[in-house]
């Protein structure tokens, strides 16, 4: 089987995933999955897919991902893993996408206006 490759996108972090065969080492940005998220929710998050159709330990993966934070990253990683997982074995799609790993989460940041302090928040109202 060859190397499976995808993208997964959440608020502005884009993850590329490179999805192969082995024994379930993960290499985030060249680091080890525990050192580039430290914290268990952030790895419980990536892991979702693979616990939920029972692939624990089953593929390799090699993730590229920049942009936004690091729980819009974990999001992007975890559907990009997702949608690895259909191209591996199609029976899978049914329940990732019961579970909305496969539906892309569009809600971004509202960007600032003119005349405000931020997206919506205006400057204090002084009547004298």
């Known amino acids: ?19 192969q065969p082995g024994k379930g080492d993960v290499v985030v940005n060249g680091r080890d999955l525990q050192t580039y998220f430290p914290t268990e929710v952030l790895q419980i ?5 693979f616990n939920l159709v029972e692939a624990d330990g089953k593929y390799d993966l090699k993730v590229n991902v920049n942009g936004g934070g ?4 974990a999001e992007a990683i975890r559907m990009a893993i997702s ?4 191209e591996a074995d199609g029976e899978n799609r049914p329940a ?14 509202e960007r600032k206006k003119y005349g405000r302090r931020k997206a919506r ?6 009547k004298r």
Do not use: C, H, W
Request: charged content about 25%; glycine content about 6%.
């Open 1 to 19: 089987m060859q190397v499976i490759n995808t993208i997964g996108r959440r608020k502005t972090a884009v993850a590329r995933v490179y999805m």
């Open 45 to 49: 998050i990536l892991n979702q897919p």
């Open 70 to 73: 690091i729980a819009g990253q």
């Open 83 to 86: 949608r690895a997982l259909v």
């Open 96 to 109: 990732l996408k019961k579970e909305g790993f496969l539906t892309r989460d569009s809600r971004m940041v």
């Open 121 to 126: 928040k205006r400057f204090q109202f002084s």
